[in-house]
């Protein structure tokens, strides 16, 4: 008889307790598991992430969703003051013991713990889909952002080749479950991952969202074939 409690994911309406458990669940293996899934396009896509930032020495970044810290080590190089938040605390322990160096606290992408215009730059990666209201989520990153400061969502999106999406789905919705069983501490998480992906808007319309929330020029550009799409935004 099997004496493992059954494996935890969140449901696709995306509630915080339900998303933080799941995430807790995945924290040990996580890092490793989103480099065997992503084919190591993962560290292309962090770097990618803090060039759209266009950070300078002395500029403070939040970066919302952070995790295990590793894209918020990323954005804190050079000079640059990172700090990331998480609403996972499994996930922030597993980013403190791995990276002892980065600022990582507790925090909810809909009432972040900061002060009005603190941050010359938000990050958000692979988290925005987590977020139980988008749209507030956006609002709340344009006030902890001072006027002028700048956005940058990193998210799966969709492959704008139609042959290359119908391979891209197929893996997603076949294969990638059955490698994350081979490498990932709960395989559950990963059937979420890859329903919430199908389930998430266009390059197109999450820009128009963006601009809703009070950012302004917004632009995106897509990483490999349009799998991942980043958007970049101006506070106004």
Not at 20 to 42: E, H, K, P
Not at 106 to 117: E, K, N, S, T, V
Not at 147 to 157: A, D, I, Q, T, Y
């Amino acid at each position: 008889m099997n004496q493992n409690p059954p494996a935890v994911r969140a449901s696709l309406d995306k509630q915080p307790a339900e998303v933080a458990a799941m995430f807790d669940g995945v924290a040990g293996r996580y890092d490793l598991t989103n480099t065997v899934i992503s084919f190591g396009q993962d560290r292309r896509w962090r770097r990618a992430t803090r060039a759209a930032a266009e950070l300078r020495p002395g500029d403070k970044v939040l970066d919302v969703g952070a995790g295990t810290g590793v894209s918020t080590a990323e954005l804190g190089r050079d000079g640059v003051w990172a700090v990331g938040s998480d609403i996972s605390l499994g996930m922030l322990r597993a980013g403190r013991r791995a990276r002892p160096q980065v600022p990582l606290l507790a925090g909810d992408a809909l009432a972040l713990p900061f002060p009005d215009a603190t941050f010359d730059a938000v990050t958000i990666s692979f988290a925005l889909r987590n977020v139980v209201d988008t749209d507030a989520a956006l609002a709340e990153f344009a006030r902890v952002t001072r006027p002028g400061g700048r956005l940058v969502v990193c998210e799966f999106s969709q492959p704008t080749n139609p042959a290359f999406r119908t391979v891209y789905l197929s893996y997603l919705m076949r294969s990638l479950p059955t490698v994350a069983r081979a490498v990932a501490s709960n395989p559950q998480a990963y059937v979420y991952l890859a329903e919430s992906i199908r389930q998430w808007p266009d390059q197109a319309a999450l820009a128009g969202r963006i601009g809703g929330a009070g950012w302004r020029t917004v632009q995106w550009r897509n990483l490999t074939g349009g799998i991942v799409a980043l958007h970049r935004a101006t506070r106004a």
